[in-house]
């Protein structure tokens, strides 16, 4: 990253491309106290993502452009590095574990001298990526839960602690290498390098939560357009990962159809009288609707396009809960749920939501950072500036750094691949 010669101070920056929106952050990074100063902010609505997926490369790439250059102008600061953000059904997370025995020499006989070291980390983390994998697939992070000494569980951090055995639990998260590939490529062309490609609802979790509710149990769910993604915490670590394919964006579906209106129009609709709880909204209060030439004039009360938002919402929801169920981790979230993303913008969301999943609710906003926060302090941005402090989280959960980032092995696996088959 660009770094200033005062007080050593980093800039970073982070993309968070939606279906619906893409969103770019650029944040100053003081090295001493790992304070966070929000610099600037922008956004482009994207037509050329769809769930996931690229669906029109070259209005991505312009649309992407003016997402960035919106936040250089704002922060005064030109890029040239960036981290990015992926999600989609093509990610999977799943749990796993490897062991080793501690140092290899016969003559350290005694426990006292089997210190684990840095290397007999970085062997045991290895150790745990030994899964079977398609050929598109490859590991995108690798996120230690806990270690296990000979018989000492629960232990957060082994280095320079003695013993025979050393085991780690670990969550991995994968994902389709050319999924990651076709992104980069994409911003790439506009001069900017990724430097890290990052599980989008890993950045929004660590950008909501406090260390209370990752500690004591809590599961963040990021609603965005046409994907929700699923984090669950507890003991410290990430317990369960998964992205579904269902977002906001229905519910704006679902009042274009019935009012008869464009997409455009229902999205301002959604945002500006939409109600997740239909009882909390007026049936007095009316509106005018968009109307073509030569259409007679219409209006709709609060109370009834809220009740279109309610019925797609509680659909959610429920989709959300059985996912929450499955688990078999719901009992241990003691901090409930935290909500966040463009969907969690959704007035009352929070009271629907506690209904449904019964647990406690709150909407999650961007924390821990300062200066012009309260022009990202709403749920959508929780994303982008999550990425942007990604070099502060990544410290968090992985105790031992590799020299290159697993997405840029996983893309030399394939050019091997490629060249073994010609």
């Known amino acids: 990253m660009i770094r200033s010669n005062v007080q050593e ?17 650029i944040a100053e990074i003081n090295n001493h106290n790992e304070s966070i100063s929000l610099l600037g902010i922008g956004s482009s609505i994207t037509s050329g993502v769809k769930n996931g997926a690229i669906s029109n490369r070259e209005k991505l790439i312009d649309e992407i452009e003016i ?24 990610i999977k997370g799943i749990n796993t574990q490897g062991a080793v025995t501690i ?18 980390l970085k062997k045991v983390l290895d ?110 670590g990430i317990r369960h990962t998964a992205t579904l394919g269902i977002g906001s964006k229905s519910i704006t579906n679902d009042i274009a159809v019935m009012l008869q209106i464009g997409i455009n129009e229902a999205e301002k609709i959604k945002k500006k009288y939409a109600s997740a709880k239909a009882s909390l909204s007026s049936s007095e209060l009316d509106f005018e609707l968009p109307k073509r030439k030569g259409e007679v004039k219409r209006k709709v009360s609060e109370n009834e396009v809220s009740k279109y938002a309610e019925a797609r919402m509680v659909e959610i929801l429920n989709i959300i809960n059985q996912e929450l169920k499955m688990t078999g981790l ?3 979230l003691t901090y409930g749920t935290v909500i966040t993303g463009g969907g969690a913008e959704l007035k009352n969301l929070n009271f629907l939501a506690e209904e449904i999943l019964n647990t406690p609710v709150r909407i999650g906003k961007p924390n821990n950072i300062s200066g012009a926060i309260e022009q990202a302090s709403s749920p959508s941005y929780a994303g982008a500036i999550g990425l942007a402090q990604w070099k502060i989280f990544k410290k968090e959960i992985i105790n031992i750094d590799t020299n290159e980032p697993l997405f840029k092995n996983a893309f030399n696996k394939i050019k091997t691949l490629i060249k073994e088959f010609f």
């Open 9 to 25: 101070k980093t800039i970073e920056a982070g993309i968070d491309i939606g279906s619906s929106v893409i969103r770019c952050s």
């Open 67 to 90: 997402a960035i250059n919106s936040a250089q102008i704002m922060a005064n600061k030109k890029i040239d590095k960036i981290n990015l953000g992926i999600s989609g059904e093509f």
């Open 103 to 120: 140092g290899n020499n016969e003559k350290r006989n005694t426990i006292q001298n089997n210190i684990i070291t840095e290397n007999d």
């Open 127 to 236: 150790l745990t990526k030994a899964i079977s994998l398609p050929l598109d697939q490859d590991i995108l992070h690798v996120i230690p839960q806990e270690y296990t000494i000979d018989s000492m569980k629960s232990i957060k951090d082994p280095l320079g602690m003695s013993g025979r055995r050393l085991e780690a639990m670990v969550h991995i998260i994968t994902v389709a290498i050319s999924a990651i590939n076709n992104l980069i490529k994409c911003i790439e062309e506009l001069g900017i390098e990724v430097e890290d490609v990052i599980y989008q609802g890993l950045a929004s979790s660590y950008s909501t939560l406090n260390n209370d509710e990752r500690e004591l149990g809590v599961a963040c769910v990021d609603i965005g357009s046409s994907k929700t993604d699923i984090i669950i915490y507890n003991d410290g």
């Open 330 to 332: 719901k009992k241990k």
